[in-house]
């Protein structure tokens, strides 16, 4: 009859051997390297994401001309519309002109009141969407818009969904003049508050 064998016995090695363990950290440590934290090869440059990217821009492109097609006081709401031939770099310079009048304060010349008597002005707080084809530029779909990409789709059943919507947008200006820090963003395409984009966003200031 053996002798049972007591968990421990001396002189003989105890659990697994350090190199092992040792060898098992470092292969731990490499794995979370390698799947966990993004390589520099993926990673993209600072200034390169599609937030930031530069819009070439053509210093001869002619203005492009707008039209105010809808007005939505109690959303502080624009909806232009240019012609379906404007280029992305005419749509730029638009963006520009509007957020260089609104510096001037004339921009109340070229488009109505978004806050008619507001104590910053009539354009305190403005939502410009800018679209080449006029039947998205309706208050239907910029109700839409305005609701987020989160909304319940059955919230208005036959309103057009909100992605489909999206990437109607050519530009986007928002006016806030209660955010001292950042009071105009201008876009190509549209971003939600959420985050969501539409595929051609770019960030132009």
């Not at 016995?9 to 731990?28: N, S, T, W």
Request: proline letters at 7%; zero cysteines.
């Amino acid at each position: 009859m053996t002798k049972k064998q007591e968990p421990y016995e001396e002189g003989k090695r105890a659990g697994a051997h350090p190199l092992l363990v040792v060898l098992g950290i470092l292969i731990g440590l490499w794995l979370f390297v390698a799947l966990i934290v993004p390589s520099s090869k993926n990673k993209q440059v600072t200034g390169t994401e599609g937030p930031n990217v530069p819009v070439i821009e053509d210093p001869e492109a002619a203005p492009v001309m707008f039209k105010v097609q809808t007005t939505i006081l109690d959303m502080n709401t624009l909806g232009l519309v240019v012609p379906s031939q404007a280029t992305d770099s005419q749509v730029v310079g638009l963006l520009k002109r509007l957020k260089q009048a609104r510096l001037d304060g004339t921009l109340g010349e070229q488009l109505p009141s978004t806050t008619p008597g507001h104590k910053l002005g009539d354009h305190a707080v403005a939502d410009i969407f800018i679209f080449s084809d006029k039947q998205f530029a309706g208050e239907d779909t910029i109700r839409t818009l305005a609701r987020g990409a989160h909304a319940p789709g059955t919230l208005y059943p036959n309103a057009v969904p909100f992605e489909v919507a999206m990437e109607q947008i050519r530009g986007h200006y928002r006016i806030d003049l209660n955010d001292t820090g950042s009071p105009d963003k201008g876009s190509l395409g549209f971003a939600d508050e959420s985050g969501v984009r539409s595929k051609h966003y770019r960030r132009i200031f």
